[in-house]
């Protein structure tokens, strides 16, 4: 089932595989079934050289975060950056373009957070072609194989993680079932939404398939339960319409599938607008407001994928790049982005309800005092 374009191709043969990489043979990056990168590894560049970091609209405080983090920790690392962020409105142009000049401009890695993976093929030709090196950070781009690697928590796991804490959080509050539950997606253009989606819907589909949980609307397809441009207020417009149309009178629900903290909020401040009792929604991302609402009592989960961790992987990447070395990568199956298996260093993420909360936010000083 998490078969999918974008996560991976685990029931492959290693025959398979090595076809698969000899298909790619052109590609500095192998799919070598130890974990490691086996093939050779280009030259380096200069200590000072040009690195280039496209991230989407600042959609979460992740991204937010991992902008100043790439323009200070590159600083240090004695690299030249360049981070840049896609505008709000015309994010996809934006990108593209901001990508294209970081190519004239001489980048010798381009670190891409996609507003759209399935947008920049073109962008991430060009800069194959002027010898730069592609890295897709937290979200994959897909159909081109001119992406090197994949660096991100594992989304899956983040989807799976999601799910079982929906159901756990419904059982504690009630002990039997069936569950009334809803359903939210992230943005269609972001490639994570569906692996977030199957990841959870891996744990939930049993459920719902047995009866022991009901989807009030019916709504199960991810067409019908996406959030486009991960936007607050449309994630808020869908819970409001399906309280009127499947939730009227005395008719609550247990549970709702929400994809990030953003989102979340909006959901429980439609839930709570129209009168309801807030249900077990889930969240990702560990948001500022969303840890102080797990803590209180209200949301019921998020995900610590700690973008410090993240950002500083991405750059032990790039300083193995610079001195001509093979980046350490740990998964060579998972990520199949439609045009070959991306090389992937993936990170683990950590379920956070509120009892975990403080020991998951130990080492985060501006998280670890919201839980005390
Ligand atoms: C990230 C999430 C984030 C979402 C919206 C996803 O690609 O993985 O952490 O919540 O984008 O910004």
Redesign the pocket.
């Known amino acids: 089932m998490r078969r999918t374009i974008t996560r991976g191709i685990a029931v492959i043969g290693a025959a398979a595989l090595l076809a698969l990489g000899t298909a790619c043979s052109n590609e500095r990056e192998g799919s070598g079934s130890t974990g490691k990168d086996t093939s050779d590894a280009k030259g380096g560049f200069a200590q000072d050289g040009l690195v280039g970091v496209a991230l989407?609209a600042k959609?979460?405080e992740?991204?937010v975060l991992a902008g100043d983090l790439f323009t200070n920790g590159l600083k240090d690392a004695g690299f030249k950056a360049d981070v840049q962020y896609a505008g709000a409105s015309t994010t996809v142009a934006d990108q593209q373009a901001q990508i294209s000049s970081m190519v004239t401009k001489g980048a010798k890695v381009i670190v891409i957070?996609a507003t759209d993976a399935a947008q920049l093929s073109t962008q991430v030709a060009q800069a194959k072609q002027a010898g730069a090196t592609v890295i897709a950070y937290?979200?994959l781009i897909t159909n081109t194989k001119d992406v090197d690697y994949y660096i991100?928590?594992d989304?899956f796991k983040?989807g799976q993680l999601q799910g079982q804490a929906l159901l756990d959080g419904m059982k504690a509050k009630k002990a039997k079932g069936p569950y009334t539950i809803e359903l939210f997606s992230?943005?269609p253009d972001?490639n994570?939404?569906k692996v977030f989606f199957d990841g959870a819907m891996e744990v939930l589909k049993p459920a719902i398939d047995k009866g022991d949980i009901v989807v009030g609307s019916g709504q199960t397809d991810i067409k019908q339960t996406a959030t486009q441009g991960?936007k607050a207020e449309n994630a808020q417009s869908r819970m409001d319409s399906l309280l009127n149309s499947t939730y009227t009178g005395k008719k609550t629900l247990d549970g709702v599938l929400s994809?990030?903290?953003?989102l979340a909020r909006a959901i429980i401040t439609s839930v709570k607008g129209a009168g309801k009792p807030v249900p077990v929604v889930t969240g990702?991302?560990s948001e500022v407001e969303s840890v102080k609402s797990i803590m209180a009592g209200e949301q019921y989960s998020t995900i610590n994928?700690d973008t410090r961790k993240l950002v500083a992987e991405t750059i032990k990447m790039v300083q193995s790049l610079q001195k001509g070395d093979k980046p350490t990568i740990n998964d060579t199956k998972s990520y199949n982005n439609g045009s070959k298996v991306v090389p992937s260093y993936l990170l683990p993420p950590v379920i956070v309800t509120k009892e975990n909360a403080a020991e998951a936010y130990a080492n985060d000083p501006k998280l670890s005092p919201l839980t005390k």
């Open positions: 989407p959609t979460s992740n991204w957070g937290d979200r991100a928590f989304n983040v992230g943005s972001d994570n939404s991960w994809p990030n903290d953003t990702q991302d994928k």
